[in-house]
């Protein structure tokens, strides 16, 4: 069956630009997550939903950071006035569901991030 | 607050001999411990998961890994590596008692050597 597929796989963007990374997770999914990974890094939780709503946006590292999940299905990550330090590859996870906790999670390939 | 430690880097095995690849882990509550797998220029996979019963779990490709409680460890292992094995492994734990996000370690790259 299908897994989770994000788009675009890559994106360069210049500095100060407004950016929309998608996530279409596995269908039936009820939690969805986004990790950014750096170079050397493992991925750094960012936010996660349990059907529409964040359950957790803890791992947002500022408020240009924003995403939503509007239908409880795709997901949207936006990123406002990107600086260099955005620069990563932001993967995104489904699961079947996150109270419980002990579902695994399955990972798209990942959007690879430059900021020029 | 929980949190994952992978203390190697890298870790280099001969092919056939058996590979260990560590993790330790702090949580407040009882974790779930999770190993995955990424292939170069591919997507993290999973590869085996601890949630209660037998401390030596089974997972795919033939790896497996212990949970050592009293040594909050979760080390993956395999009795006898192969080429194919070589790719980047990364440990992840989530607090059973909280709805909370799952916390990666920084990966340990294994090679194993021809």
């Known amino acids: 069956g299908a897994g989770v597929s994000q788009t675009p796989s890559n994106k360069v963007t210049e500095k100060g630009k407004y950016v929309e990374l998608r996530c279409d997770p596995i269908?039936?999914?009820?939690?969805l997550y986004w990790y950014r990974q750096s170079l050397g890094q493992g991925p750094e939780f960012l936010i996660y939903?349990?059907?529409?709503?964040?359950?957790?946006d803890s791992g947002l590292p500022n408020d240009r950071f924003f995403a939503v999940r509007p239908e409880g299905s795709v997901s949207t990550l936006k990123i406002q006035r990107t600086e260099r330090g955005d620069s990563a590859v932001y993967l995104c996870?489904?699961?079947?569901?996150?109270?419980?906790?002990?579902?695994?999670?399955?990972f798209g390939p990942g959007t690879r991030l430059t900021v020029t | 607050a929980q949190s994952v430690a992978q203390p190697e880097d890298q870790v280099n095995v001969a092919e056939g001999n058996p590979l260990t690849v560590k993790c330790t882990y702090s949580?407040?509550?009882?974790?779930?411990l999770f190993w995955y797998v990424q292939y170069p220029n591919r997507g993290l996979q999973f590869l085996l998961k601890?949630?209660?019963?037998?401390?030596l779990v089974k997972g795919s490709y033939g790896f497996e890994a212990e949970f050592n409680k009293s040594q909050t460890s979760f080390h993956l292992k395999k009795p006898s590596a192969l080429v194919s094995d070589s790719a980047l492994y990364f440990c992840?734990?989530?607090?059973?008692?909280?709805?909370?996000?799952?916390?990666f370690g920084k990966g340990t790259r294994l090679h194993i050597l021809p």
């Open positions: 996870a489904s699961s079947l569901m996150a109270g419980g906790g002990s579902y695994e999670q399955y």
């Open positions: 601890y949630i209660t019963g037998d401390n």
């Open positions: 939903f349990q059907g529409t709503g964040a359950a957790d």
């Open positions: 949580v407040s509550g009882n974790p779930y």
């Open positions: 269908s039936g999914h009820t939690a």
């Open positions: 992840a734990v989530r607090d059973r008692n909280r709805d909370d996000k799952i916390i």
